[in-house]
T-cell receptor, first 112, second 115 residues
Framework: AQSVTQLGSHVSVSEGALVLLRCNYS??????LFWYVQYPNQGLQLLLK??????LVKGINGFEAEFKKSETSFHLTKPSAHMSDAAEYFC??????????FGKGTTLSVSS | SAVISQKPSRDICQRGTSLTIQCQVDSQVTMMFWYRQQPGQSLTLIATANQGSEATYESGFVIDKFPISRPNLTFSTLTVSNMSPEDSSIYLC????????????FGPGTRLTVL
């Protein structure tokens, strides 16, 4: 069975500060990993995905994530937070052709 | 990519009634899924909607409570039956196309409140 664990249900940063959202996965087979963002009262938007082509994945809005097999991690980062980044972020895992399994989510707050 | 629409976008229902949510994809897709997002929670997979056959339900979800149809490659419905306040959630439809791309797209969700 596959699963993801997001460490920290709530992360607060100042505008311009580094954003780091943590995700660890568990999978008996090579996983595909994703980060989604959900703005208030909106649907899910794909930020980026890892599909084994490259360990450092760049996504939209300046976000990136690095796949570290030895640490079973796929942490999401952004060098400089903007107020508009405030949202709920979900890490997810699957195998190709199967449904995504989501972590519990991390709420990112950005203060000025 | 695939664009997914859901109807209704929101509804307020009485205890004991049923609501059917429709999901329409703008292109043929291989797989369709239904998720539930309870207030302040993450997404939980309810079932995989199989075209032309019975849906595959996850542990904790049963067909009598959440009957699902998928008559073709672009359309699916989820019914929430005999509703109780605990069913108040956002229900999201999702679709995946070519497994080689392994991308899953999400509809905007249906916000259900049961009184």
């Amino acid at each position: 069975a596959q699963s993801v664990t997001q460490l920290g249900s709530h992360v607060s940063v100042s505008e311009g500060a580094l954003v780091l959202l943590r995700c660890n996965y568990s999978s008996s087979v090579p996983p595909y990993l994703f980060w989604y963002v959900q703005y208030p009262n909106q649907g899910l938007q794909l930020l980026l995905k890892y599909t084994s082509a490259a360990t450092l994945v760049k996504g939209i809005n300046g976000f990136e994530a690095e796949f570290k097999k030895s640490e079973t991690s796929f942490h999401l980062t952004k060098p400089s937070a903007h107020m508009s980044d405030a949202a709920e972020y979900f890490c997810a895992v699957n195998q190709a052709g199967t449904a995504l399994i989501f972590g519990k989510g991390t709420t990112l707050s950005v203060s000025s | 990519s695939a664009v997914i629409s859901q109807k209704p976008s929101r509804d307020i229902c009485q205890r004991g009634t049923s609501l059917t949510i429709q999901c329409q994809v703008d292109s043929q897709v291989t797989m369709m899924f239904w998720y539930r997002q309870q207030p302040g929670q993450s997404l939980t997979l309810i079932a995989t909607a199989n075209q032309g056959s019975e849906a595959t339900y996850e542990s904790g979800f049963v067909i009598d409570k959440f009957p699902i149809s998928r008559p073709n490659l672009t359309f699916s419905t989820l019914t929430v039956s005999n509703m109780s306040p605990e069913d108040s959630s956002i229900y999201l439809c999702s679709a995946a196309g070519d497994p080689a791309y392994n991308e899953q797209f999400f509809g905007p969700g249906t916000r259900l409140t049961v009184l």
